[in-house]
C-alpha cells in the first residue's frame, strides 16, 4: 500500500547542507502496523513529514495506494492529507472546547459528511477504541492521557485513511498505557485495513509491530 522508492531530502543550515533522509526505500502492505525507530536527531521526524505530504522530497517518490503523492500540486497534496491519511500526535492535538465526540466528528465534517452519518461513524469508533457513552461527552482537559489519545486514534480513523502516521503516540503515557495504546493501534490496522506507521525512540513498541525499520543519520533498513 505504501511503497517509497529513493527518498531523499536535505536542508541547509548556513553555509552547510544537512541530507536529513539518505535515499531511503521500503514497503508496507495494506493493514500493516510497522514501527520507525531512530533517536533524536536521526531523520525520523523529517521522514514522518514527507510521508504526511508536509514537506516535498528533493528526489525519489512516496506511492500510497498506487498514487505517487510527491508529485501532486499544493491544491492535491491538501486534498490528499484529508481523504487519505490520518494523523496521531504525541500531545493529542484535541480541540480542548469540544467534546470527545464533537473532536472526531470534525474531520468528517471537512469532508462534507451529513451530521448523522458523521455521529454515527464517532461513535462507533470511540466504542471501538474504549470510550463509555459518558466519556464521550466529555472535553480533553475531563479525560486522562490515555482517553485522549484513544480519542486522537478515532480521529485520525474517521475519514477511513488508507493510512495513518503515529508520532510518539505513547511518548506522554505511562508503560503501562502506552502498552495499551500499541496493542489498540495493533488491532485497528487489521479490522480497518488501515496501515499504521508509528515513528518513536521507543524500542518496546517494535515488539508489537508487524514490520520495524530503524533509522540512523537518515539512513533506513529494516530490523
Known amino acids: 500500500m505504501l511503497k517509497v522508492t529513493n527518498l531523499t531530502k536535505q536542508f541547509s543550515s ?6 536529513a533522509v539518505k535515499k ?3 514497503k508496507v502492505p495494506d ?16 521522514l514522518l513529514s514527507l510521508l504526511g505530504s508536509l514537506e516535498k522530497p528533493d528526489e525519489g517518490s512516496i506511492e500510497v495506494d498506487g498514487q505517487d503523492i510527491s ?3 499544493d491544491h492535491a497534496q491538501i486534498k490528499y492529507r484529508c481523504q487519505k ?12 472546547n469540544l467534546t470527545a465526540i464533537e473532536n472526531v466528528m470534525l474531520p468528517m465534517e471537512f469532508a462534507g459528511q451529513p451530521k448523522q452519518q458523521r455521529e454515527k461513524r464517532a461513535k462507533e469508533l470511540l466504542d471501538q477504541v474504549g470510550l463509555t457513552a459518558d466519556q464521550m461527552q466529555r472535553k480533553p482537559g475531563k479525560l486522562s492521557g490515555g482517553q485522549q489519545q484513544r480519542v486522537a486514534i478515532a480521529r485520525a480513523l474517521s475519514n477511513k485513511p ?8 505513547t511518548g506522554n503515557l505511562d508503560s503501562q498505557t502506552g502498552d495499551m495504546i500499541v496493542k489498540l493501534l495493533h488491532g485497528l490496522a487489521k479490522s480497518e485495513d488501515t496501515t499504521i506507521i508509528a515513528v518513536t525512540h ?18 533506513l533498513k529494516e530490523v
Not at 491519511?85 to 480542548?96: D, M, R
Open 24 to 26: 531511503v526505500g521500503f
Open 71 to 73: 508529485k501532486l500540486s
Open 31 to 46: 493493514g500493516c502496523f510497522a514501527s520507525i525507530i531512530g533517536r533524536s536527531g536521526s531523520g525520523k521526524t523529517t
Open 85 to 96: 491519511i490520518g494523523f496521531i500526535f504525541q500531545g493529542y492535538n484535541l480541540i480542548p
Open 14 to 19: 548556513g553555509a552547510t547542507k544537512v541530507v
Open 162 to 169: 488508507k493510512l495513518i502516521l503515529a508520532d510518539e503516540p
Open 202 to 219: 521507543d524500542l518496546s513498541i517494535s515488539e508489537s509491530t508487524d514490520k520495524t525499520f530503524k533509522i540512523d543519520d537518515g539512513v
